[in-house]
């Protein structure tokens, strides 16, 4: 069957960085483009950035564009979020989702395959 299972997240300090990884197994990873979205406490989930099939034509939230960076290694079947400058704000859980299509989207409804999120926790 098909798992997403992320990695990376910790508590770290405003100004940090973290790099987070998502491992797919069980689909074609080339296929899929992929997102990450995030839920903080007591918030709606929400999408944080999304790259398509092939790499390119990256997608990010207003409030992470120029701190984050999405890419992904289709040999390796893994995506990861680069994330840099973090503020206390990007206290959340974190979800790597997966899409059957060439491009990623921000609607949470369109990505058929999720993980079971890690937590990034900033302290100011």
């Known amino acids: 069957q098909v798992q997403l299972v992320e990695s990376g997240g910790e508590l770290v300090q405003a100004g940090d960085s973290l790099r987070l990884s998502c491992a797919a197994s069980?689909?074609?990873?080339?296929?899929?483009?992929m997102g990450w979205f995030r839920r903080a406490p007591g918030k709606e989930r929400e999408f944080v950035a999304g790259?398509?099939?092939?790499?390119?034509?990256?997608l990010y939230a207003g409030s992470v564009k120029g701190r984050f960076t999405i890419s992904r290694d289709n040999p390796r079947n893994t995506v990861f979020l680069q994330m840099n400058s973090l503020k206390p704000e990007d206290t959340a859980v974190y979800y790597c989702?997966?899409?059957?299509?060439?491009?990623?989207?921000?609607?949470?409804?369109?990505?058929?395959?999720w993980g079971q999120g890690t937590q990034v926790t900033v302290s100011s």
């Open positions: 069980g689909l074609t990873f080339s296929t899929y483009a």
């Open positions: 989702a997966a899409r059957l299509g060439v491009t990623a989207t921000t609607n949470e409804f369109l990505y058929s395959y």
């Open positions: 790259i398509s099939r092939t790499g390119g034509l990256p």
